[in-house]
């Protein structure tokens, strides 16, 4: 199964295009899901609240989620964020190290290996809003502080991880190129992503498969 994240901070339109780039591969006759963001059915506190089992919740259950994808025999599973998400929203709050969490942590960091494409979303603007998200903290300065963090957090990663990172803004994702808005025009030109086996993605019009 091939596994195409979505993730950065939050209000920038994430799910937005999770959504569009799984309606897009469903027009390539591809047997593809999306797994949604599981902070929304999270039993603990979220956003500058967030407690360490917040976090042991949110990575055990993507875990569970993509998993649970790829039994169902899915050609492709889009995320709406990942086991990263977790680790980047805890390390923003400075907390006391926890050491079973450090070991959940390096586990979730390997996970990162199985994503074909990570497409990063984030802001066209500093001080504008792009996305209304009543579970996420709507504030801006938090919302760049994690911004950054994801950004500090990518150039970590090992070279083979990095080199599947895309980019995207905010006004790529509500923006409209053609058929598609700029952001998924993105996606489906993306060089790093296998084409030698996922040939479909890279097509102009719907293919059988």
Same mark, same amino acid.
């Given at each position: 199964?091939?596994? &195409? /994240?979505?993730?950065?901070?939050?209000?920038?339109?994430?799910?937005?295009?999770?959504? $569009?780039?799984?309606?897009?591969? %469903?027009?390539?006759?591809?047997?593809?899901?999306?797994?949604?963001?599981?902070?929304?059915?999270?039993?603990?506190?979220?956003?500058?609240?967030?407690? &360490?089992?917040?976090?042991?919740?949110?990575?055990?259950? $993507?875990?569970?989620?993509?998993?649970?994808?790829?039994?169902?025999?899915?050609?492709?599973? /889009?995320?709406?964020?990942?086991?990263?998400?977790?680790?980047?929203?805890?390390?923003?709050?400075?907390?006391?190290?926890?050491?079973?969490?450090?070991?959940? %942590?390096?586990?979730?960091?390997?996970? /990162?290996?199985?994503?074909?494409?990570?497409? @990063?979303?984030?802001?066209?603007?500093?001080?504008?809003?792009?996305?209304?998200?009543? /579970?996420?903290?709507?504030?801006?300065?938090?919302?760049?502080?994690?911004?950054?963090?994801?950004?500090?957090?990518?150039?970590?990663?090992?070279?083979?991880?990095?080199?599947?990172? @895309?980019?995207?803004?905010?006004?790529?994702?509500?923006?409209?190129?053609?058929?598609?808005?700029?952001? &998924?025009?993105?996606?489906?030109?993306?060089? $790093?992503?296998?084409?030698?086996?996922?040939?479909?993605?890279?097509?102009?019009?719907?293919?059988?498969?």
């Amino acid at each position: 199964m091939k596994k &195409i /994240v979505v993730m950065g901070t939050h209000g920038v339109g994430k799910t937005t295009l999770a959504h $569009q780039i799984c309606v897009t591969l %469903k027009e390539r006759n591809l047997n593809a899901t999306i797994i949604e963001e599981k902070v929304r059915s999270c039993p603990f506190p979220i956003n500058e609240k967030s407690t &360490i089992d917040t976090e042991m919740w949110m990575i055990h259950t $993507q875990i569970k989620a993509e998993l649970h994808a790829k039994a169902e025999l899915y050609e492709v599973a /889009v995320v709406d964020r990942c086991t990263l998400d977790a680790i980047v929203y805890w390390e923003d709050l400075n907390k006391p190290k926890d050491s079973y969490f450090e070991l959940l %942590k390096a586990s979730a960091l390997h996970w /990162v290996q199985n994503y074909d494409l990570i497409v @990063l979303v984030e802001p066209s603007s500093d001080t504008a809003s792009f996305a209304v998200d009543a /579970v996420r903290d709507s504030g801006i300065e938090y919302r760049n502080r994690i911004r950054d963090a994801f950004r500090a957090k990518i150039n970590t990663l090992p070279d083979h991880i990095h080199d599947k990172v @895309l980019k995207v803004e905010s006004d790529e994702v509500f923006g409209r190129e053609g058929h598609y808005s700029p952001a &998924i025009n993105k996606v489906l030109k993306h060089a $790093q992503y296998p084409a030698s086996e996922f040939n479909p993605l890279f097509l102009e019009t719907p293919a059988s498969h």
